[in-house]
């Protein structure tokens, strides 16, 4: 962040710890449907495949942020997911639902029937910069396009300024924001207007159609 204005420095500084409490801050987007969108080739040795979500598992539970819990409850629900490789070394991958995604033990995210919700990006600490999300997002959009009136969407923390300026790259349409405050071990949820429009909305898993089948956080 040294290059930042200092307001920008200070701004992330107040939202790590906001987070660091908790509170999270959601900023909602819908992304560029295009597949043919202009962005680098990948260097060499580097290639994205469309997957099943239960051929990650050999990856499980090995320091990829994906645990076995998850990728069976999202095979369940008929997720897609997409992967990056070097050679045959797992690098990078990401999920597309129809439907919802934990964010939390107690919260998730759920969608219309007008919105795909793409979550849960990942990439190799050591194989980032090479454009591995942009990649994943042209092969989704390309293999699995949205119906006739649907769009793509995501969302990007508000302190997490190098995925916001990876996601600037594509001009995603901001819809507004959603917020999650824990408070004595309770999470509380905030969505603004314009996301709730659109059909994208945080809501409790307790208590909400089909979330008891869900158990392990994303």
């Known amino acids: 962040m040294a290059d930042l204005p200092l307001y920008r420095k200070l701004y992330g500084t107040l ?31 580097y290639t994205t ?17 994906l645990s076995e819990a998850f ?45 795909l919700y793409r979550y849960k990006g990942w990439t190799h600490p050591q194989h980032r910069r090479k454009h591995l999300s942009h990649a994943r997002g ?17 969302y990007v923390e ?17 819809l507004g924001y959603s917020l999650i405050v824990r408070l004595f071990g309770r999470e509380m949820i905030f969505n603004s207007g314009v996301a709730r429009r659109f059909g994208f909305r945080l809501v409790y898993r307790r208590g909400f159609e089909g979330m008891s089948q869900m158990e392990a956080s994303v």
């Open 15 to 45: 939202l790590r710890h906001l987070s660091s409490y908790g509170t999270r801050l959601l900023l909602v987007e819908l992304g560029d449907n295009n597949p043919h969108i202009s962005m680098p080739e990948l260097p060499a040795g």
């Open 49 to 65: 495949r469309a997957l099943e979500p239960l051929d990650l598992l050999p990856w499980a539970n090995g320091g990829y942020d």
């Open 71 to 115: 990728l069976r409850q999202s095979a369940a629900r008929g997720d897609r997911c997409v992967a990056n490789f070097y050679h045959d070394q797992l690098v990078g991958y990401g999920f597309v639902t129809p439907n919802y995604a934990a964010v939390t033990e107690q919260v998730a995210v759920a969608v219309s029937k007008n919105l």
């Open 138 to 154: 042209r092969l989704n959009s390309r293999l699995f396009p949205p119906q006739p009136g649907q769009r793509m969407v995501s």
């Open 158 to 174: 508000a302190q997490n300024f190098p995925s916001r300026l990876k996601h600037a790259e594509v001009r995603p349409v901001r």
